[in-house]
Each structure stands twice: as structure tokens, then as C-alpha cells.
């Protein structure tokens, strides 16, 4: 079967730096997406690899594997209002988007 | 004004009744989703169009139906509503011709089936 895995939750302190893995087995490969997702709100797009290396954005960075079925998530100088969700998403082999259960970051003063 | 809504966007109903979720765009988008958010779990999409003239399943299709009236509606339905139903409903679009295909969601519905 098709799956991402992702970390449930982590917490991080205010002006620091973090990492969200995610890992996934799935049918083939056109792409990894994160998204963010604010509580009671809709996700929204952060960021998108294709091809293996790092993806810089500002203060958020995401980093491919194809090898090794991982990407991670960077966040540097985090700040209050990153506290949220953060959902790994992979396109198949037939562009379906298989999701992750998402990773809820709390940030800490 | 949000560019995908979607109403009503809080529902209490009743095991057995029929209910409807709808989603309008401005974005021009052709293509149109409805997924549906579980505690714990990943979206799961339940029903996609690629244009008005196509509606296709996703992986939990069962026990829902869709209707696309024109570019930019898809109302999803629950034909008789059970307590496993209860979650929160995204409606989402995305535009093929961009380079990097990304969706865009509405505020969501949440629905609880009592």
C-alpha cells in the first residue's frame, strides 16, 4: 500500500530551528508538496520538490530524497505564528496526492 | 473575498437525513476536489472534476455523491447521513496549466452526523 509518515507533533522554541521529516512508500513518484495548516483553518501551500536537493523559501527550506523516500521541512527563526500543522503530501505514479496525517508544530516562548 | 467557499460552514444533522456541502470559486480553476479531514488521518479525497462534464471517485467516494453545476460550483452530498461521516470537509481547486500544480481550499465544513 501507499503511505507517508510523518511525526505527530514536536515542539520547538521561539527564534530556534526545526525539522519535520517525512518519509513515504508509495506507487511511483511526480513530486512532494508541503503544506501548512493553521488549527480550524484550510491548508495552504508552502512548498514543492521534484527533483533531489534543497528548496530554499525565506525562512522555510524543503529538501528531497528520491533515493530514500524522505523530505524534510525546515524552519528556521521560528515564530509564534508558525505554530500549526504541517502535511507531506507525494503525487503517484497516476498524479493522485497521497497525504500524510500531518505533524502539529508547537512553539514554545 | 476568498477566492473558494464553501457553505454552510458548520452543519448538525441527523443519522439518515440527506444533507448537501457547497463550494463555489473565482479562481477560474477547472479543476475541483472535495476531501474530507479525520483526526489522526490524512485528507482523503472523496470526489474530483477536471472540468463540468467530468466527475470522477477518489479513494472514500462511498456513501457520497457530487454534482458540478458549472465552472465554478461542486456541491457534494450525503444521501443518508451516518455518525461516521462526521469530519471536516475540505473543497479545493487547482490550476493544470500552472507550472506547479498546488491546490487551493476553502474554509471547510465542519459536519457532525448525530
Known amino acids: 500500500g501507499q503511505n507517508i509518515d510523518q511525526p505527530t507533533e514536536m515542539t520547538a522554541t521561539e527564534g530556534a530551528i526545526v525539522q519535520i521529516n517525512c518519509t513515504y512508500q508509495?506507487?511511483?513518484?511526480?513530486?512532494l508538496f508541503w503544506y501548512q495548516q493553521h488549527a480550524g483553518e484550510a491548508p495552504t501551500f508552502l512548498s514543492y520538490n521534484v527533483l533531489d536537493g534543497l528548496e530554499e523559501k525565506g525562512r522555510f527550506s524543503s529538501f528531497l530524497s528520491r533515493s530514500k523516500g524522505y523530505s524534510y521541512l525546515l524552519l528556521k527563526e521560528l515564530q509564534m505564528k508558525d505554530s500549526a500543522s504541517y502535511l507531506c503530501a507525494v503525487t503517484d505514479s497516476n498524479y493522485q496526492l497521497i497525504w500524510g496525517a500531518g505533524t502539529k508544530l508547537i512553539i514554545k516562548p | 473575498d476568498a477566492d473558494v467557499t464553501q457553505t454552510p460552514r458548520n452543519r448538525i444533522t441527523k443519522t439518515g437525513k440527506r444533507i448537501m456541502l457547497e463550494c463555489s470559486q473565482t479562481k477560474g480553476h477547472d479543476r475541483m476536489y472535495w476531501y474530507r479531514q479525520d483526526p489522526g488521518l490524512g485528507l482523503r479525497l472523496i470526489y474530483y472534476s477536471f472540468d463540468v462534464k467530468d466527475i470522477n471517485k477518489g479513494e472514500i467516494s462511498d456513501g457520497y455523491s457530487v454534482s458540478r453545476q458549472a465552472q465554478a460550483k461542486f456541491s457534494l452530498s450525503l444521501e443518508s447521513a451516518i455518525p461516521n461521516q462526521t469530519a471536516l470537509y475540505f473543497c479545493a481547486t487547482s490550476d493544470f496549466g500552472q507550472e506547479v500544480e498546488t491546490l487551493y481550499f476553502g474554509p471547510g465544513t465542519r459536519l457532525l452526523v448525530l
Open positions: 508509495t506507487s511511483g513518484f511526480n513530486g
